[in-house]
């Protein structure tokens, strides 16, 4: 598994338009590195704003555009195995806090997704390395209901839906690298749980990914995502609604390829993306556009947007949504992890880590790409979501929880 640049800052404060950052002060500027694409241009910053947990560090993994407007972002505060507590923050249109909560003991605790539900948000993740489901109350974040699985390792719920009968979550159990937050060399695994997180069903998913990490229902079936043993393939499975595979597939090339990205679309069409070392010299993004049958629209691999020596930048994709144009945007971190190669070109050095997010149409172009980030300190974009009238809102590591918000509609409209 490649390194995961986290934040060298615990907390940051970036320019006073950027309202609602937390932490120390500072005097840093916004970088922003736009590339012009096929006449794109990259969408603006409209406001960042950061929130902390009680650990030393916080770490977002997943974000949510939610019905009333506002931003759900699920995480960690602290380190596993001995500090981590789950962390869920919750922000409204404008990035302004409405509440977070923090959950589990100090230890070896993960926040891994969120779904929203008509009175809730249900929260997928790990407590003391089980399994964990639990729903929060929309309005104070409060724990409506809670339910841990125990398989008897190290295991975690990554995503879950809702279905007619509860909901349906995919993860791992018996995690070899237990002290890993992306890919544990695991057992892939399926659970089908009832209306207030309660275990009904399992299934086995190890025969075809170590780590299933997203899910999708469509047309009465689930797709499940993830990455094959020793994380050298995309893995994606078509089941049934009670979990029988209907089919599986993989996908990536002779070295490793690492999935961390999954959306489906309205017409069943797929996309996944990550980061791959196949025909690369160093990690660069790999984005795949797939039929409803996981047969491969198109695909394309991408990286060092700012134009540094390729052999050491890292480009680590951690998230993607489809946009209504039929194409997508997918977040990743770019940067350098080594004290041998970091140069700088003008305010910006390689090893300073950036967000990078790319726009693809429906054919595959890429539309824009960009990367933001400050002066004096690291941005790392780990998901992203899309808000009611199309706009971006991106989680950032920074040492906190970040909401970077970008404004995409204006971009179209100007242009």
């Known amino acids: 598994m490649e390194p995961k640049r986290f934040a060298l800052l615990t907390l940051m404060m970036l320019l006073a338009s950027l309202t609602g950052c937390v932490g120390e002060e500072g005097d840093g500027t916004l970088l922003v590195s736009s590339g012009q694409i096929e006449g794109g241009t990259a969408p603006e910053v409209a406001w ?3 929130y902390g947990g009680s650990g030393e560090e916080s770490h977002g993994h997943f974000i949510l555009a939610c019905e009333d407007g506002g931003f759900l972002q699920i995480g960690e505060t602290g380190f596993i195995p001995n500090s981590a507590k789950l962390l869920a923050v919750k922000v409204d249109a404008a990035g302004e806090l409405e509440w977070k909560k923090e959950f589990g003991s100090r230890g070896h605790n993960l926040g891994n997704s969120a779904i929203e539900v008509a009175d809730g948000y249900v ?6 390395e089980d399994s964990t489901v639990f729903k929060l109350n ?12 125990n398989y008897g390792g190290s295991d975690a719920i990554e995503h879950l839906v809702e279905t007619e009968t509860g909901y349906a979550a995919v993860g791992y159990i018996d995690a070899e690298d237990d002290e890993n937050t992306f890919f544990t060399e695991g057992k892939g695994h399926m659970m089908l749980l009832g209306p207030t997180g309660e275990r009904i069903s399992d299934r086995s998913l190890n025969a075809h990914m170590a780590h299933a990490y997203r899910l999708a229902a469509h047309d009465g079936h689930l797709f499940v995502s993830g990455l094959t043993e020793g994380a050298e393939d995309y893995a994606l499975a078509k089941l049934t609604g009670a979990g029988d595979v209907v089919w599986a597939k993989t996908y990536g090339g002779s070295d490793a390829d690492h999935n961390f990205a999954f959306d ?17 010299e160093n990690w660069d993004t790999y984005t795949l556009k797939l039929d409803g049958n996981g047969e491969v629209v198109w695909e394309a691999t991408h990286g060092n947007p700012r134009g540094f020596n390729a052999e050491y930048i890292h480009d680590e994709v951690w998230g ?7 194409g997508a945007v997918v977040v990743a971190g770019t940067g350098d992890e080594y004290w041998s190669y970091s140069t700088c070109d003008g305010e910006e050095c390689s090893d300073a880590w950036r967000v990078y997010v790319l726009k693809f149409d429906a054919a595959g172009v890429l539309e824009w790409e960009a990367t933001y980030g400050p002066s004096d300190g690291d ?12 706009d971006f809102v991106v989680a950032v ?19």
């Not at 929309?138 to 841990?148: D, L, N």
């Not at 489906?264 to 690369?280: I, N, R, V």
């Not at 590591?397 to 242009?415: I, Q, R, V």
């Open 48 to 50: 960042m704003t950061s």
């Open 123 to 128: 929260v997928a993740g790990a407590l003391n």
């Open 138 to 149: 929309k309005s104070t974040g409060e724990t409506v209901w809670s339910q841990t699985h």
């Open 264 to 280: 489906m679309a309205e017409d069943g069409s797929m996309f996944l993306s990550g980061h791959t070392l196949s025909g690369t």
């Open 320 to 326: 993607l949504r489809t946009t209504q144009d039929g």
């Open 379 to 390: 941005w790392a974009g780990e998901d992203i979501c899309i808000t009611h009238d199309g």
């Open 397 to 415: 590591d920074n040492g906190a929880f970040g909401f970077l918000k970008l404004n995409a509609t204006s971009m179209e409209e100007s242009a």
